[in-house]
């Protein structure tokens, strides 16, 4: 699938949810058509100055991309970034990010 | 074990171990010591407002950690904190928490 007809069908499925879970797939279809590249299709960035998103707690990467937005945090690809999202963007990318489950596993 | 005994055990540990193996060992401990009661003890928080850390990319939490030290980014605790680390401290804590597998299972 292209990714036009992964973000139309996500929109269908958004549709036909309950309300509760619109932000989060709204938040999946934002996150891949801005996030992805840096921090990874699922989260786990293979980027090695891009930190990991998948798991993160919603209230922390609420209140970071705000400061990128703000420029009270600063980064020279997130400054820019974070202007383009709506506080609905954030609330719904920071939904998704958060939902996944992570498991860590210590070095031995 | 109290943690004064584990911070023991760690470094008789480290002792025993190959020089590479090192910073990442003095790394748990400093984190045990300094990151662990936000960032929780395997480096998956359990604070709303604090990021995990387990599984990060060093290069990401060096730099974090120095802007921190030297008040680029800003966080009322985390100023305080990274100004008592080292240039050593930083990178055995960013070799620890950097060699944590993680896994992320997305929401359904």
């Known amino acids: 699938m292209t990714p036009a007809r992964i973000g139309a069908a996500l929109l269908l499925a958004a549709a036909a949810l309950p309300a509760a879970a619109q ?23 293979s980027a090695p100055d891009a930190p990991n998103l998948a798991g993160q707690p919603a209230m922390y990467l609420i209140s970071q991309l705000r400061h990128y937005r703000s420029g009270e945090r600063r980064h ?9 999202l709506s506080d609905q963007d954030i609330e719904a990318v920071a939904a998704w990010y958060a939902a996944f489950r992570i498991e860590a596993v210590a070095p031995r």
């Open 23 to 45: 932000p989060q797939v709204a938040g999946q279809l934002k996150a891949q058509q801005v996030c992805a590249v840096c921090h990874g299709p699922q989260g786990v960035s």
């Open 76 to 84: 020279e690809v997130m400054n820019v970034i974070a202007k383009t």
